[in-house]
């Protein structure tokens, strides 16, 4: 069964404490895996996709990693407006197009 | 600008009163996703649809329908709405529903079915 877990659920950093969210997957055959940044009562952002073992995406303070069974997001030197919930996703393995979510990780950054 | 959209932003109705959500994208996508947010249940598909007139359940179906006519619009509708359909609703596009391409979503609609 596809699976996606994200730990920790809650993160509370001072501004400028670099960390890194961890997304856990089990999927047959992975087909993409995103990253989303989602404020409250907001829809999903996106923000990277990463198809491969060794891939890496990055924007701004954001970087994404991947390798075989789980992926990073590593901020790096945060900002309170980094404060969010971030979504780890894959494509499901029927043909459904599917996204299989993790619960998310919710981010406090502290001035 | 490219974006999908919905309407409304927020609705409260009563039990057993038809309603329809729409969604409209922009980006000339062919698939589209209907999906409930829950707290503590994360994000659900309810259905999808791979193109024009191909529609299919998703894992959350109940009580729900949707159609597409057309490869922009997506409505949600919710026949006879109970308040367990009380939640927050995203519809979504992609460029197509093999699952290697991102989704954008909308900005989401809040329902309270009271």
């Known amino acids: 069964e596809d699976q996606v877990t994200q730990s920790p659920e809650a993160l509370r950093l001072q501004e400028g404490e670099s960390s890194s969210l961890n997304c856990s997957y089990t999927?047959?055959?992975?087909?993409?895996l995103f990253w989303y940044r989602q404020d409250p009562g907001k829809g999903p952002e996106f923000l990277f996709t990463l198809y491969s073992a060794g891939e890496e995406k990055e924007k701004e303070r954001l970087k994404a990693t991947l390798t075989k069974k789980e992926s990073f997001l590593h901020i790096t030197a945060p900002k309170p407006e980094d404060s969010a919930t971030y979504l780890c996703?894959?494509?499901?393995?029927?043909?459904?197009?599917?996204?299989?979510f993790g619960q998310g990780t919710t981010l406090q950054v502290k001035p | 600008e490219a974006q999908v959209t919905q309407n409304p932003r927020y609705l409260i109705t009563v039990t057993g009163k038809k309603l329809t959500v729409t969604c409209s994208q922009n980006?000339?996508?062919?698939?589209m996703s209907w999906y409930r947010q829950d707290p503590g249940l994360g994000l659900r598909q309810i259905y999808y649809s791979m193109n024009v007139e191909v529609t299919d359940k998703g894992d959350v179906p109940e009580g729900y329908k949707v159609s597409r006519k057309e490869k922009r619009n997506f409505p949600l509708i919710l026949e006879s709405p109970s308040p367990n359909q009380t939640s927050l609703y995203f519809c979504?596009?992609?460029?197509?529903?093999?699952?290697?391409?991102?989704?954008?979503f909308g900005p989401g609609t809040r329902l309270t079915v009271t």
């Open positions: 999927v047959s055959g992975l087909r993409g």
């Open positions: 996703a894959v494509g499901g393995s029927g043909n459904t197009g599917k996204l299989i």
């Open positions: 979504a596009s992609s460029r197509s529903g093999t699952g290697s391409y991102e989704q954008y």
């Open positions: 980006m000339n996508h062919e698939y």
